[in-house]
């Protein structure tokens, strides 16, 4: 059996730190995922998700993910259930994220050009550690294949073959 999520979308706010009894933490966010697909009205749909991060993993999303920044979650879809003060059963389908990519940083946040960014992971689900988010340089750093229009110079010497 398999039970595996991928998103990437928008975090709709920022995420909410919170610890158990115990001392775990555990972060809640949600994400706004866009359908691949419009409206009658030709309107862009999307869906809002909500996630859970568990221990080094869920600290790392606090300090660094952000309302609006865009990310990536790799999970798996839990459905819980809970009796509410009226006596309703209540169903909550929510993905527990084992790893986030942070798909923005701070600075590309307000960009359209987002390509170098900080990520993290572990620490989700069962899994005990995980990867400490880092950031993707200080400097901005310019794509080394990028096609300028000028003819690329390289000599046979160059080439490995």
Same mark, same amino acid.
């Given at each position: 059996?398999?039970?595996?999520?991928?998103?990437?979308?928008? !975090?709709?706010?920022?995420?909410? !730190?919170?610890?158990?009894?115990?001392? %775990? $933490? %555990? /972060?809640?966010?949600? +994400?706004?995922?866009?359908?691949?697909?419009?409206?009658?009205?030709?309107?862009?749909?999307?869906?809002?998700?909500?996630?859970? /991060?568990?221990?080094?993993?869920?600290? /790392?999303?606090?300090?660094? !993910?952000?309302?609006?920044? +865009? $990310?990536?979650? =790799?999970?798996?879809?839990?459905?819980?259930?809970?009796?509410?003060? =009226?006596?309703? *059963?209540?169903? %909550?389908?929510?993905?527990?994220?084992?790893?986030? *990519?942070?798909?923005? @940083?701070?600075?590309?946040?307000?960009?359209?050009?987002?390509?170098? &960014?900080?990520?993290?992971?572990?620490?989700? &689900?069962? @899994?005990?550690?995980?990867?400490? &988010? @880092?950031?993707?340089?200080?400097? =901005?750093?310019?794509?080394?294949?990028?096609?300028?229009?000028?003819?690329?110079?390289?000599?046979?010497?160059? +080439?490995?073959?």
């Amino acid at each position: 059996m398999l039970n595996r999520v991928i998103l990437i979308g928008r !975090l709709t706010r920022d995420p909410e !730190l919170r610890y158990t009894p115990a001392g %775990v $933490a %555990v /972060t809640q966010f949600t +994400l706004a995922v866009d359908r691949p697909f419009t409206s009658n009205q030709g309107q862009r749909e999307a869906d809002f998700i909500p996630v859970v /991060t568990w221990r080094q993993l869920a600290e /790392t999303c606090a300090n660094y !993910l952000r309302k609006g920044r +865009l $990310a990536a979650v =790799e999970g798996r879809i839990q459905v819980r259930n809970y009796d509410n003060n =009226e006596g309703r *059963r209540v169903y %909550v389908t929510e993905i527990i994220a084992d790893n986030v *990519r942070f798909l923005e @940083s701070a600075n590309s946040a307000n960009r359209e050009d987002s390509g170098m &960014g900080m990520s993290g992971g572990g620490g989700g &689900g069962n @899994s005990g550690g995980g990867n400490r &988010g @880092s950031y993707g340089g200080g400097r =901005e750093q310019q794509d080394p294949f990028q096609d300028d229009g000028r003819p690329i110079d390289i000599s046979d010497d160059d +080439l490995p073959f």
